[in-house]
């Protein structure tokens, strides 16, 4: 195992980023969605970007975790996030979210398509019948972007 791990290690190295959240830029007047928002990597994004003055949407299926972590977030950067609720294993709830966020916005300057499942047992399925993991982690999110296409910026 030593000579395998000395031979990758030498031979890919990992590379060392150089990027933090102090090099995001000031995002005032930008809007954001992040999907999967209210935990994990999602959550410490939505944190990067509220500090950085973005206006943040997180869409998850979970009102009462993503509220708790709404509040969490505004203690510790002082804005404050909003919920969509969407549940990206049913693809009308996709819909449905971004038919609610394009009533509230004209303009999405970023969006984070976060959200997803790791290992759900084989025979759990989406809403229209699609692989749970497929579903949620691939067709989801495409919806989601094609809907939303209309209001990206460039």
């Known amino acids: 195992m030593g000579l395998a791990y000395s031979f990758l290690q030498q031979s890919f190295p990992l590379a060392k980023t150089k990027f933090t959240v102090d090099d995001i830029p000031d995002l005032n007047g930008k809007v954001a969605i992040v999907t999967g928002g209210s935990a994990g990597i999602g959550k410490e994004t939505v944190k990067g970007l509220l500090l950085n003055n973005a206006k943040v949407y997180i869409l998850t299926r979970n009102k009462e975790k993503t509220e708790q972590a709404i509040a969490e977030l505004k203690d510790s950067t002082g804005h404050e996030a909003l919920f969509i609720s969407c549940d ?67």
Do not use: W
């Open 88 to 154: 990206l294993a049913d693809l009308v709830s996709v819909k449905h979210a971004a038919e609610e966020f394009t009533s509230k916005e004209n303009e999405l300057h970023i969006l984070i398509n976060n959200g997803g499942v790791m290992n759900p047992p084989i025979e759990q399925l989406t809403a229209q019948g699609y692989d749970m993991q497929l579903g949620t982690n691939a067709l989801g999110h495409f919806y989601l972007t094609k809907l939303l296409l209309p209001t990206l910026s460039s």
